[in-house]
Nanobody
Framework: QVHLVESGGGLVQAGGSLRLSCAAS????????MAWFRQAPGKAREFVGA????????YGADSVKGRFTISRDNAKNTVYLQMNSLKPEDTAVYYC?????????????????WGQGTQVTVSS
């Protein structure tokens, strides 16, 4: 069982940056593939990025490549999402998710555990 808590969301102007954090409970954090998803009002939950157990492999959505970076610190049981050059269309609730296994999955249904989400709002 993994309990996930996101933080770091807020209001930022277009072109600005934010860093989201996701703190995980449990002693087996390093056994989970971690990911970030986002969901805007009236839209489906969208994959943002995923990172492997040790952090050596990452995969990001085309819409955020070159702007967002996912990383993790297994000693701190935390995964991060560094978001740069933010755009109004990045406005959404951002969720952290965890899954057992090694595949950097992109579908929400492939993830076993979810945080409560943190709101990111980008003003134009």
């Amino acid at each position: 069982q993994v309990h996930l808590v996101e933080s770091g969301g807020g209001l930022v102007q277009a072109g600005g940056s934010l860093r989201l954090s996701c703190a995980a409970s449990g002693r087996t954090f390093s056994s989970y593939v971690m990911a970030w998803f986002r969901q805007a009002p009236g839209k489906a939950r969208e994959f943002v990025g995923a990172i492997s157990w040790g952090g050596g492999s990452t995969y990001g959505a085309d819409s955020v490549k070159g702007r967002f970076t996912i990383s993790r610190d297994n000693a701190k049981n935390t995964v991060y999402l560094q978001m740069n050059s933010l755009k109004p269309e990045d406005t959404a609730v951002y969720y952290c998710a965890a899954r057992l296994g090694s595949r950097l999955a992109v579908r929400p249904d492939d993830y076993n555990y979810w945080g409560q989400g943190t709101q990111v709002t980008v003003s134009s």
